[in-house]
């Protein structure tokens, strides 16, 4: 299939537009479809598409512009595949909105949604650039300058996302995953290399194991099942080295299981396990994280909001596994920023803070406010010690004494330095401070991190950062709105790659959303002036 652009269409005399009365014309520029059609559906870049595609002349593509827009869409209005095909042969306002409606037939089949689906999955897989994130995010870019969204305001946020999967008990998972292998020898004809184990491929047994089952044998039944990995996995290596399914019974083996007496295998102490063992094996990628009290075996996401005083609009986001840390994600976020001309001010709670991610964002023109104090708070104090740049020398404590000598320590990052005994006696701060006293002198041992931190503190009284605390509580909503109206805790498809691609549009569908508001925002402000 050969890759050809599709300009926007314009109407014509045949077109099904014209066939509209003047006053379903006027609903029509009432609904959503009307800022789609003229602020989305352009801004859709084609050509970064075209690598998906063959460069021999072939059969062409179906419009990548109208399969993006479906797909947007799709998520806004929270439908499946087949009901987007059946509404934009039906449903003016879908074809309005992604300017088909001189086609004499819609371009879209049951396929072709998915299809894209998978090559977009396929192209990252191999080259590691995902194809919709940059779309998404040119979508975002073009509805922040409709909306005049000024970009040195932003504030983050993550979140937990489930992944369609069933919690499995250690027995069922160990048996899902050798049931799997031996259905796959049975199908393949190997029935000589699973004699014995031709129970697992009967329908009624998992019920019969994982359910018709005492608590005292529960450990017998695992450890059936680990002997019957045992036998299995050297006898099919070879031959089935690359199947999925001997693959997730390797893991699943190597990470449940430990070596036993007499080379034997036994089930591994759930204290040693980690939370990047495999969850189910319809999900390979997910991963076990308790945050907040809650558990999510799944993925992550961070959330980058540029706002104002009126409006706001998600610009950038990240995706990844459950373990994902927020101090990663910032230092992500950042690099990916890069050297801003303007400084630029983000937002964000306490997991987001740290020394490195600060000096970060200091280097590249961001100033970086985190809204909470992770760990032991610091006596405030400090705030008014004064270090070297390279944080290995205190020059001046907060009496203005400076100390007699210094020594710095690399492995603790601390700097031991010896202070004028009398001095020390008589200083305003010498029970916050806390030195040790000496015969000869006074010894404090402080690090420039520990000054930092007291001058985050010191920043934290001040009005302006209460006023940015407030500010940042807006991107909490986020989260909250796309489990609610988007179902990100149901996507239809598993896998870190597959979930993310739908999460992109789900992004897309809610920056649109976004804009309607604004556009609704903009006519009653219209209306209200008219009346006065």
């Keep these: 299939m050969s890759f050809v652009l599709n300009p926007d269409q314009q109407l014509n005399f045949d077109d099904s537009y014209n066939n509209l009365t003047d006053r379903e014309k006027k609903f029509l520029d009432k609904s959503w479809a009307k800022p789609f059609a003229?602020?989305?559906?352009?801004?859709?870049?084609e050509n970064m598409f075209s690598v998906l595609y063959s460069d021999k002349a072939s059969r062409p593509n179906t419009p990548v512009n109208v399969i993006i827009g479906s797909l947007i869409i799709k998520e806004m209005l929270n439908m499946t595949d087949d009901e987007m095909v059946e509404a934009l042969m039906f449903d003016i306002r879908f074809q309005y909105a992604l300017h088909t409606t001189s086609f004499k037939e819609q371009p879209l089949?049951?396929?072709?949604?998915?299809?894209?689906?998978?090559?977009?999955?396929?192209?990252?897989t191999e080259h590691g650039r995902d194809l919709v994130k940059e779309a998404v995010l040119l979508l975002s870019d073009k509805i922040a300058k409709v909306m005049n969204l000024n970009p040195v305001l932003k504030r983050m946020d993550s979140m937990?996302?489930?992944?369609n999967i069933r919690k499995l008990s250690r027995l069922e998972l160990l048996y899902t995953c050798v049931a799997n292998m031996v259905k796959c020898l049975h199908k393949s004809g190997e029935d000589e290399l699973i004699k014995g184990m031709e129970h697992y491929y009967n329908d009624n047994d998992r019920n019969k194991v994982i359910y018709h089952n005492r608590s005292e044998e529960t450990s017998d039944k695992?450890?059936?099942?680990?002997?019957?990995?045992?036998?299995?996995?050297?006898?099919?290596?070879?031959?089935?080295?690359?199947?999925?399914?001997?693959?997730?019974?390797?893991?699943?083996?190597?990470?449940?299981?430990?070596?036993?007496e007499k080379g034997t295998r036994k089930l591994r102490e759930g204290?040693?396990?980690?939370?990047?063992?495999?969850?189910?094996?319809?999900?390979?990628?997910?991963?076990?994280?308790?945050?907040?009290?809650?558990?999510?075996?799944?993925?992550?996401?961070?959330?980058?909001?540029t706002f104002d005083e009126n409006?706001?609009?998600?610009?950038?986001?990240?995706?990844?596994?459950?373990?994902?840390?927020?101090?990663s994600y910032c230092k992500e976020v950042i690099k990916e920023m890069g050297v801003q001309e303007e400084e630029?001010?983000?937002?964000?709670?306490?997991?987001?803070?740290?020394?490195?991610?600060?000096?970060?964002?200091?280097?590249?023109?961001?100033?970086?406010?985190?809204?909470?104090?992770?760990?032991k708070k610091p006596n405030k104090v400090f705030a008014e010690f004064v270090f070297s740049e390279d944080g290995k020398m205190l020059l001046k404590c907060a009496n203005g004494q400076e100390p007699m000598a210094n020594?710095?320590?690399?492995?603790?990052?601390?700097?031991?330095?010896?202070?004028?005994?009398?001095?020390?006696?008589?200083?305003?701060?010498?029970?916050?401070?806390?030195?040790?006293?000496?015969k000869k002198s006074a010894v404090i041992l402080i690090s420039s991190k520990t000054v930092n931190r007291a001058k985050q503190l010191q920043d934290m009284d001040t009005e302006e950062f209460h006023e940015f605390a407030k500010n940042r509580n807006g991107v909490e909503s986020l989260p909250s709105t796309l489990r609610r109206k988007y179902d990100v805790d149901k996507m239809p498809v598993r896998g870190r790659l597959r979930t993310k691609l739908y999460f992109g549009f789900k992004i897309a569908a809610l920056n649109f959303r976004k804009l309607c508001k604004y556009y609704d925002s903009l006519v009653q402000c219209s209306q209200k002036l008219a009346l006065e």
């Design 311 to 327: 409006n706001s609009l998600i610009t950038d986001y990240q995706y990844d596994t459950s373990i994902r840390s927020d101090s």
């Design 222 to 260: 695992i450890q059936t099942i680990i002997n019957d990995a045992v036998k299995l996995l050297p006898l099919i290596e070879d031959k089935y080295l690359q199947t999925s399914e001997y693959q997730l019974l390797l893991r699943v083996f190597r990470e449940q299981t430990e070596d036993g």
């Design 109 to 124: 089949s049951d396929r072709t949604l998915g299809r894209f689906r998978e090559r977009c999955n396929a192209y990252e």
């Design 407 to 438: 020594s710095y320590n690399e492995q603790t990052g601390q700097c031991r330095s010896k202070m004028n005994l009398e001095k020390c006696l008589n200083c305003p701060y010498q029970e916050e401070c806390n030195p040790k006293l000496q």
């Design 344 to 375: 630029i001010t983000i937002i964000a709670d306490g997991a987001y803070g740290g020394e490195d991610n600060k000096n970060l964002a200091k280097e590249n023109n961001i100033n970086l406010i985190t809204t909470d104090f992770q760990g």
């Design 38 to 45: 003229e602020e989305v559906f352009p801004a859709i870049n």
């Design 160 to 163: 937990m996302i489930a992944s």
């Design 271 to 305: 204290k040693d396990l980690n939370s990047q063992i495999l969850q189910n094996p319809s999900d390979p990628d997910a991963t076990y994280r308790k945050k907040a009290g809650k558990e999510t075996r799944g993925y992550s996401a961070n959330l980058v909001e």
